[in-house]
């Protein structure tokens, strides 16, 4: 499986960005798609997942400004960040897992394929 996140750059706090996530490989499946993020001198955090079910999950930090979405017909996942604020500024990862349960979907352990990571920078 192969990830390739893009749609990251430089925004005012309030600003509005969207992360994409395009997926490829012969293993890959919508079992399981999320995003992750690590700003400088942190550990990486979950942020949001989707399930192939649809069903969806989130950072208390980022819902109601965060929304993921997929386009099974392009492999893609998307993260749509509205009200950014500067504490959103990290490296946002997709990742794949085809064994997680919802029990865990938040832990980055269970997740066995990343991306590059893309740059979220957000000014105040």
């Not at 192969?2 to 490989?25: F, H, I, K, N």
């Amino acid at each position: 499986v192969q990830l390739q996140a893009s749609g990251g750059g430089l925004v005012q706090a309030g600003g509005s960005l969207r992360l994409s996530c395009a997926a490829s490989g012969r293993a890959f499946s919508m079992y399981a798609l999320g995003w992750f993020r690590q700003a400088p001198e942190k550990e990486r955090e979950f942020v949001a997942a989707i399930r192939r079910s649809g069903s969806t999950f989130y950072a208390d930090s980022v819902k109601g400004r965060f929304t993921i979405s997929r386009d099974s017909a392009k492999n893609t996942v998307y993260l749509q960040m509205n009200s950014l604020k500067p504490e959103d500024t990290a490296v946002y990862y997709c990742a794949h897992s085809q064994r997680v349960i919802n029990s865990a979907i938040r832990t980055s352990s269970m997740y066995d394929y990343w991306g590059q990571g893309t740059l979220v920078t957000v000014s105040s």
